[in-house]
């Protein structure tokens, strides 16, 4: 698989269902490369060094987590550079960490999750680790001629959801944010999608990154949401 471009300065590694494998970002500022998730695995953190490798792309000096899930965060242990989550990200993933020394609830994991399963039918071992750096309510990155504001946000998906906004390229990083509670049963909180919702509609971007489809335009994003 092949990196894809979206400007001179934003390019993205594709999702990838079977796996449930996430879109992963690469800011290309002139001073600090910053990649979006940090993958589900060492061995997707590897394609997607890679892909950047093919393309003439150094490695990334940051990479900042949108939210906790297994998906977003399995490889961090295997990253280039420092990483970036919000408090509460770092919170869950301590949680996480300590159940997955128990193999009981590695081998229900497993068995339950057939991405997860199909990740790690080799045996490797899953490998949860805290940010290196941590933020409260928002954190500025002047990457170099770009701006990366990342910030907490209300969303239906998860509480410790961050986004990530790029002025200059008028890109706005969702992550998972506008998806229901896969850990309550699917439950689709309407107000904080409404507030999500607000949100977007007042940020000035062209273009809605979400982790799991490809790049979409603001119009478009918005009149799905209305839908639901």
Wanted: proline share 4%; hydrophobic share 35%.
């Amino acid at each position: 698989m092949e990196l894809k471009k979206i400007s001179n300065k934003v390019f993205y590694y594709p999702h990838q269902p079977e796996t449930d494998r996430p879109m992963l970002v690469y800011l290309k500022g002139e001073k600090i490369a910053l990649a979006v998730d940090a993958g589900n695995s060492a061995d997707h953190v590897d394609e997607f060094y890679k892909a950047l490798k093919a393309q003439g792309l150094k490695m990334p000096d940051l990479t900042v987590l949108t939210h906790w899930h297994w998906d977003h965060t399995f490889g961090m242990h295997h990253i280039h550079g420092l990483s970036i989550a919000h408090r509460k990200t770092n919170e869950f993933l301590g949680k996480e960490r300590a159940m997955l020394s128990d193999s009981t609830y590695v081998d229900f994991a497993i068995k339950n999750d057939e991405c997860l399963c199909r990740e790690y039918a080799d045996g490797k071992s899953m490998v949860v680790v805290p940010s290196d750096i941590q933020f409260e309510e928002e954190l500025t990155l002047n990457l170099g001629e770009m701006t990366a504001k990342i910030f907490h946000a209300e969303s239906p998906h998860s509480e410790d959801t961050a986004l990530i906004y790029v002025p200059e390229e008028k890109i706005l990083f969702l992550g998972d944010a506008t998806s229901e509670d896969f850990f309550n049963d699917g439950f689709m909180d309407k107000e904080k999608l409404e507030a999500l919702i607000k949100l977007i509609e007042c940020t000035d971007c062209q273009y809605c990154i979400l982790s799991h489809t490809e790049p979409l335009p603001k119009p478009d994003l918005l009149h799905y949401l209305k839908s639901i």
